[in-house]
């Protein structure tokens, strides 16, 4: 009887642990939250389907992983309730691409409560949020080097961006979302290019547009339609608004090339295209493969208890014809 009883018992503990991670075959699987600030973003939803496919190309017959990815809505209420429930269904790993960075502390001390290990990715807390727990890391790209790059297309043209020869480079800057580094240092280091050579530049209009690509379309059209003739150059802080800023050049009956420049980041698809078709003068290529391969090699790192330094960074590439 007694032999019995352990029998079963024994046969229980199998069939939960079976239950409870050690998937078919014997696989062992770990569990993944990744939470996006908005679906609705261009360059996030490359990033983001690579990140779930190269977790699928890491998986072995003995390790598998159960990836879950949340849309952050652009919220962060809602976003922290999505790391709460990653919590509590007791995740190995979060990947957080954050709604506010300025939020990345109160996150930081849940997933330290919970010794949850944590990268965030493309939206780069501050240095000091950074040196919170040593299970945090950013995988990110240095946006100065992105603002530099713009600035530098537009520099190396014959003519250093002014189209119209009165001797200044005048200017739209189509801004991101402002809370964040990425659309503060395009914004200041594209012209810093400028600038730094010997180029007299004019700021004629500079707003937010979200990094969405009917707010660049619009304000795009709202700057043709104060300036005019006058703009040369109009610069986005990413593809995505210089897709939309494209419609309202055409619509202005502009020409790019010939009477105005247009420069974005990311290298989109669709921007690659349209530099190749004329319709932009160049773009910067922000790495979505190698963040997205960095990000879950950090992660894969944390699940195996390595550690991993406080900042990977990817470098920037310079896309023009
Ligand atoms: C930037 C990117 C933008 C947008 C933003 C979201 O790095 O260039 O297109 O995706 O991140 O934070």
Request: proline share 2%; glycine share 8%.
């Amino acid at each position: 009887m007694k032999k019995k009883i352990i029998a079963l018992a024994l046969a229980f503990v199998l069939a939960a642990a079976m239950l409870s991670g050690c998937g078919g075959g014997g696989a062992k699987t770990y569990k993944v939250g990744v939470s996006i600030y908005k679906f609705d973003d261009n360059f996030m939803t490359l990033y983001r389907n690579e990140l779930e496919s190269y977790f699928k190309s890491k998986e072995t017959d003995s390790v598998k992983y159960d990836v879950t990815i949340t849309d952050g809505k652009g919220d962060m209420v809602e976003q922290t309730n999505q790391v709460d429930d990653f919590i509590a269904s007791k995740v190995d790993v979060m990947i957080i691409n954050l709604v506010q960075s300025s939020s990345a502390d109160t996150i930081t001390q849940k997933v330290k409560a919970a010794n949850i290990p944590c990268v965030y990715i493309n939206r780069e807390p501050s240095e000091d949020d950074m040196k919170a727990w040593e299970k945090i890391c950013y995988v990110g790209a240095d946006a100065r080097q992105s603002g530099t790059y713009q600035g530098e297309i537009i520099r190396d043209l014959p003519d250093n961006g002014d189209v119209d020869g009165d001797g200044v480079v005048r200017y739209v800057m189509i801004v991101g979302d402002p809370e964040n580094v990425d659309a503060q240092y395009r914004t200041e280091f594209s012209i810093k290019a400028l600038t730094d050579a010997g180029i007299a530049v004019d700021n004629l209009f500079e707003q937010r547009g979200d990094w969405d690509q009917a707010k660049g379309q619009e304000l795009a059209a709202n700057a043709l339609a104060q300036f005019g003739a006058s703009i040369d150059v109009i610069f986005c802080n990413n593809d995505g608004m210089a897709m939309g800023a494209i419609q309202s050049i055409k619509a202005a009956g502009r020409t790019v090339g010939q009477d105005i420049y247009l420069v974005g980041v990311d290298a989109i698809p669709e921007a690659v295209d349209a530099i190749k078709a004329g319709d932009m003068t160049g773009t910067v290529l922000n790495d979505h493969v190698g963040q997205s391969h960095t990000a879950v090699d950090a992660a894969i790192k944390y699940i195996n208890g390595q550690s991993v330094d406080t900042y990977l960074w990817v470098n920037y590439q310079k896309v023009d014809k």
